[in-house]
């Protein structure tokens, strides 16, 4: 789809794209997009339906409206932008090798950016599941050296978790470069779309859910490690026993508080 978009709806787009399955207020669009100048009552209306003009009938629904709060966008959406190609040199494929890991082979593309691929797969004989996140060229490491670097940090002060996702190798000598790491299930988003799964949790669940998460996040903090960037797509849901299992992943943002640590370990 290439439509034409106003700046301003454009900007209201780019802020439902960045914070997909969650509800963006009316306030935090008004904010980010006018910066604080004066926002009459029906500026924010009237842009979101030049927006959904230009998505046309079919895309337009893509967008949900929550009266007197705000909107957010639910389903799955790909951001190309003009004139820029997501199309990488690593030319990684369903049933291939894990480069560098002939033990596994790659089953799924779990998501692809401009920065790289993340694949899910599986080991030839165990069955053992792992996620390769891969640079597609050595300027893009930076999220995968930080991310590796704060799951070390998490590892050796908090041990095994079942709550924080672990980093188990990586690559960054020579390319492909990757991150190695344990599988942790799908994604928030998708876990609870799928069949109705979060619809379907009473209300114990879904508060023992969200104490998994919390707990995780305030174990990282006791270790001064911010994840900066929470967010469903950042969050792993897992069957553990009868129930199920949260689990915090993706500290490619992250930073420390306190980068003395680095030096204890």
Known sequence: LSVDIQPQSARILGILLKHRGEVVTRK?????????????????????????TALGESNA???????????????????????????????????????ERPGFV??????????????????????????????????????????????????????????????????????????ESQYGGDNLLGWAEHQGRLAGLAIEQRLELFRQIAQAVAAAHGVAVIHKDLKPANILIRPQGEGWQAMLADFGSGRLSDPARLIEL
């Open 106 to 179: 790659l089953d799924r593309l779990l998501g692809k950016s401009a920065a790289g691929e993340a694949w899910l797969a599986s080991h030839r004989q165990t069955k053992a599941l792992r996620v390769f996140k891969y640079a597609a060229n050595a300027g893009q490491l930076t999220s995968l050296k930080r991310e590796a670097t704060l799951s070390r940090v998490l590892y050796e002060q908090l041990g095994e978790r079942p709550d924080v996702l672990r980093i188990l190798d990586w690559n960054f000598e020579r390319a492909p470069f990757f991150l």
């Open 28 to 52: 935090a669009l008004e904010e980010q997009v006018w910066q604080g100048r004066f926002v009459g009552e029906n500026v924010l209306a009237s842009a979101m339906t030049r927006l959904r």
């Open 61 to 99: 629904g893509l967008i949900e409206a929550l009266p007197k709060v705000g909107y957010r966008i639910t389903t799955e959406v790909q951001r190309t932008a003009v004139g820029q190609s997501y199309d990488s040199p690593l030319a990684l494929a369903v049933g291939q090798a894990a480069p």
